[in-house]
T-cell receptor, first 116, second 111 residues
Framework: GAVVSQHPSRVICKSGTSVKIECRSL??????MFWYRQFPKQSLMLMAT?????????EQGVEKDKFLINHASLTLSTLTVTSAHPEDSSFYIC????????????FGPGTRLTVL | KQEVTQIPAALSVPEGENLVLNCSFT??????LQWFRQDPGKGLTSLLL?????REQTSGRLNASLDKSSGRSTLYIAASQPGDSATYLC??????????FGTGTRLTVIP
């Protein structure tokens, strides 16, 4: 089946530093990848949609200069949280849509970010 | 804006019981509804996807229903097992990319 990995699974960093999270589709090509954020006891919220080779589309309220997304290949998208602050501490999950697919998104295992 | 609510937030049942998880959404203009399972430290696993034109979907011990006009869906789990313990999320798709998730129901099946 379609597998999506994320790295790292857990990261702790100091306030003001930048953190990069990788999302890879291991056995399929994904023209579209999605980044979600989940705060404790809240729903997953879509942050941005990235299409390979083009700029990401950000949801309302998500700062594009703070959350940098790069989707340079059909199997890799990265999310960089720049100048992280404690309020950015959250669970970040990516998903990938199969090339040519419409409905199905395959989700990664998530990355727990803690900013001290 | 679409809002998705899941009740109850947590549920504990003894092994072997049948159970129902509920999901409601405010905007009935959806493309489809999905039920996911989320295990701690792992990603989401899609369980069932119901298109807006469908009323239900079944997979093994799972049955999901959809009443689009009333904005409700249920996930029925028959003969629950300890391995069913997880958080169950429902999500509705309203556009090309938009998936709106509920907050989930944390299920514990007691051996």
């Amino acid at each position: 089946g379609a597998v999506v990995s994320q790295h790292p699974s857990r990261v702790i960093c100091k306030s003001g530093t930048s953190v990069k999270i990788e999302c890879r589709s291991l056995d399929f090509q994904a023209t579209t990848m999605f980044w979600y954020r989940q705060f404790p006891k809240q729903s997953l919220m879509l942050m941005a949609t990235s299409n390979e080779g083009s700029k990401a589309t950000y949801e309302q309220g998500v700062e594009k200069d703070k959350f940098l997304i790069n989707h340079a290949s059909l199997t890799l998208s990265t999310l960089t949280v720049t100048s992280a602050h404690p309020e950015d501490s959250s669970f970040y999950i990516c998903s990938a849509r199969l090339r040519g697919g419409v409905d199905t998104q395959y989700f990664g295992p998530g990355t727990r970010l803690t900013v001290l | 804006k679409q809002e998705v609510t899941q009740i109850p937030a947590a549920l504990s049942v003894p092994e072997g019981e049948n159970l129902v998880l509920n999901c409601s959404f405010t905007d009935s203009a959806i493309y489809n509804l999905q039920w996911f399972r989320q295990d701690p430290g792992k990603g989401l696993t899609s369980l069932l996807l119901i298109q807006s034109s469908q009323r239900e979907q079944t997979s093994g011990r799972l049955n999901a229903s959809l009443d689009k006009s009333s904005g409700r869906s249920t996930l029925y789990i028959a003969a629950s097992q300890p391995g069913d313990s997880a958080t169950y999320l429902c999500a509705v798709k309203t556009g090309a990319n938009n998936l709106f998730f509920g907050t989930g129901t944390r299920l514990t099946v007691i051996p």
